[in-house]
T-cell receptor, first 114, second 113 residues
Framework: EAGVAQSPRYKIIEKRQSVAFWCNPI?????LYWYQQILGQGPKLLIQ????????DSQLPKDRFSAERLKGVDSTLKIQPAKLEDSAVYLC????????????FGEGSWLTVV | GENVEQHPSTLSVQEGDSAVIKCTYS??????FPWYKQELGKRPQLIID?????GEKKDQRIAVTLNKTAKHFSLHITETQPEDSAVYFC????????????FGQGTTLQVKP
């Protein structure tokens, strides 16, 4: 079974520039998550999708971050404009259902904002 | 809001010793508690999980205990090996509502040969 795919793996941008990350979840997984992991901290949920609908985006900085999951499969996370504090690993994850089911993570997209 | 506290932040043990990591959670509706292991530069990977209808679960050298009354759960690793060295995260979620998974801050475990 293929895992969660993410790209790009690494990205370096200057502050105020924009960046987009792509995620392809495990086939058939209805729930998709984007987590932000700052070095030395635990993953923090940014947004959770159930199929193509948003379930939770309470911690998404909506003035600069946006995410979509068209057709309920792939998802993109965009940051515009980026700030220095956005430097982190952006982890995409998926599960077959929300709540109480194993969440599988991708390898992450490492963002450095300079 | 929901919160998960994890202790200690770092833990160093000798090979063969046991390691214990403890977590507390704030949301009394939480009923699913997974533990993830993350090696440097790698993705978090599930190592064991427990649901609120059981108090303990064991898988070879790792075990997890849950005390719902006190709202805390622990990871126990016995006969530690150098390859157990990694960052371990606890997490909690509720199957009701959104099922959002909240992570602890992580514990860096170092097993000295």
């Amino acid at each position: 079974e293929a895992g969660v795919a993410q790209s790009p793996r690494y990205k370096i941008i200057e502050k105020r520039q924009s960046v987009a990350f792509w995620c392809n979840p495990i086939s058939g997984h209805a729930t998709l998550y984007w987590y932000q992991q700052i070095l030395g901290q635990g993953p923090k949920l940014l947004i959770q999708f159930q199929n193509n609908g948003v379930v939770d985006d309470s911690q998404l900085p909506k003035d600069r971050f946006s995410a979509e999951r068209l057709k309920g499969v792939d998802s993109t996370l965009k940051i515009q404009p980026a700030k220095l504090e956005d430097s982190a690993v952006y982890l995409c994850a998926s599960s077959s259902h929300r709540g109480g089911n194993t969440i599988y993570f991708g390898e992450g997209s490492w963002l450095t904002v300079v | 809001g929901e919160n998960v506290e994890q202790h200690p932040s770092t833990l160093s043990v000798q090979e063969g010793d046991s390691a214990v990591i403890k977590c507390t959670y704030s949301d009394s509706a939480s009923n699913y508690f997974p533990w993830y292991k993350q090696e440097l530069g790698k993705r978090p990977q599930l190592i064991i999980d427990i649901r609120s209808n059981v108090g303990e679960k064991k898988d070879q050298r790792i075990a997890v205990t849950l005390n719902k009354t006190a709202k805390h759960f622990s990871l126990h690793i016995t006969e530690t090996q150098p390859e157990d060295s990694a960052v371990y995260f606890c997490a909690a979620s509720s199957t009701s509502n959104t099922g959002k998974l909240i992570f602890g801050q992580g514990t860096t475990l170092q097993v000295k040969p």
